[in-house]
């Protein structure tokens, strides 16, 4: 098992790759705290981890609040003793975001809230609380987005993601020498609700797959294996890295018909 003995907390875990992270965590053999704004759902992943011979806890938190995320890290000390992983996971996709002349200054803000004040919270309190574990590992989900130009916009959610890729690369070089690790995993599109709420319709489904080499959505478990690979040992060597698990988009100028 890849994990035993780490305590791993995940931001946005009751769906998409939060969930399958937690799940594939779990089996590795970690201590997982579930993390979400959505209680039930976050329950259930706890609930089935724990039918699956796992140990997790839920704990509310919104992470566009400090005072969450102050929270969550405390919490996931006192319950399982320690924290080595911090996987800064959470993310909206706003079906109102757009260019620049139609994205709405409360849009834009609200999605910076989470998707980059979120990660530097989650840091902020999460980092003293690693340190004091001896070292460990930082996972935060940015977005092939923040590698190419889209024609179909979401401008605020692409700027975040450029945020949370800068942001990544420093705090890696901060803290490099502390055992610390911080990397980010820039998924490709995938076929999870963020995504698919966004392109509703078969149309706009068909508009984005153009572009992927593989010709397919990709899918939250493997984004989740690319996370056990960035959580655990096996990257033992890989700090401030973009980590582009993408189907291919990013490599694509034409793709196959
Ligand atoms: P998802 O919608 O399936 O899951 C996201 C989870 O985050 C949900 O459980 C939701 O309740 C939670 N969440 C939303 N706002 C929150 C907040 N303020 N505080 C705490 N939790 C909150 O989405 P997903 O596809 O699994 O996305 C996860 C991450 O991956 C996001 O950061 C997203 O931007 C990124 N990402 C997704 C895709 C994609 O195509 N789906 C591609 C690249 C990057």
Redesign the pocket.
């Known amino acids: 098992m890849r994990l035993e003995n780490k305590v791993a907390l995940i931001?946005?875990a009751?769906?998409?790759?939060?969930k399958a992270s937690a799940l594939l965590f779990a089996q590795e053999g970690a201590k997982v705290i579930v993390?979400?704004?959505?209680d039930p759902?976050g329950e259930a992943t706890v609930a089935e981890i724990k039918a699956g011979g796992g140990q997790a806890a839920f704990f509310h938190?919104?992470?566009?609040k400090a005072s969450d995320c102050e929270a969550m890290i405390k919490f996931a000390e006192d319950t399982f003793g320690a924290l080595h992983i911090l996987f800064n996971?959470?993310?909206?996709?706003h079906g109102e975001d757009g260019d620049a002349t139609s994205t709405a200054e409360e849009i834009f803000d609200l999605t910076y809230a989470?998707?980059v004040k979120?990660v530097f919270f989650g840091c902020k309190y999460g980092i003293p609380a690693i340190q004091r574990a001896g070292g460990g590992s930082i996972i935060n989900?940015?977005?092939?987005v923040a590698h190419l130009g889209a024609a179909t916009p979401q401008l605020a959610y692409t700027a975040s993601?450029g945020a949370v890729l800068s942001m990544s690369r420093e705090l890696a070089v901060i803290h490099a020498r502390e055992n610390i690790r911080v990397n980010a995993l820039s998924?490709?599109?995938?076929r999870?609700?963020?995504?698919m709420n966004f392109l509703n319709t078969d149309e706009k489904k068909q508009r984005r797959l153009v572009h992927v080499p593989m010709g397919r959505f990709g899918e939250?478990a493997e984004m989740a294996k690319a996370a056990l690979f960035l959580a655990s040992d096996d990257s033992s060597y890989m700090t401030g890295s973009e980590f582009l698990v993408d189907g291919g988009i990013t490599a694509a100028y034409v793709t196959p018909e």
């Open positions: 931001t946005g009751s769906n998409g790759i939060g993390t979400d704004i959505n759902a938190a919104d992470v566009s996971n959470a993310g909206i996709m989470i998707n979120g989900t940015a977005s092939f993601k998924p490709g599109p995938l999870t609700e963020l995504l939250a």
